[in-house]
């Protein structure tokens, strides 16, 4: 997830955007759920009810907001994404799969 706040440190509780990203290892991280205002509180909230990560990147998030539901992101963004998912990774204390390469 992007923009929604980085939970290891407390942050914001009011994103202006927040993006959700689904990664099972096969092709490209998806686009899941995406949102601005009470949506992205909402998109935040459930994040960290699940204990799912956070990361603020107000930048990452106005590319990925554009990015349609359910689309892979594009290629463009891999290695920001990348940099996202290794840092889920390891603030949920899991080993970054063989096939991720950190940047």
């Known amino acids: 997830m992007s923009k929604a706040r980085d939970n290891a440190s407390g942050a914001e509780d009011r994103p202006g955007t927040a993006v959700a990203l689904s990664y099972d290892g096969d092709g490209a991280p998806r686009?899941?759920?995406?949102?601005h205002g009470e949506t992205a509180r909402r998109i935040v909230d459930i994040a960290r009810a699940h204990r799912v990560p956070t990361r603020s990147d107000d930048d990452l998030a106005a590319f990925l907001a554009r990015v349609p539901l359910g689309d892979e992101i594009p290629r463009e963004l891999y290695l920001a994404v990348a940099?996202?998912?290794?840092f889920a990774y390891e603030v949920s204390?899991?080993?970054?799969?063989p096939r991720v390469e950190r940047a």
């Open 93 to 97: 204390g899991k080993r970054v799969p």
């Open 31 to 35: 686009v899941t759920a995406k949102g």
């Open 83 to 86: 940099q996202v998912l290794v």
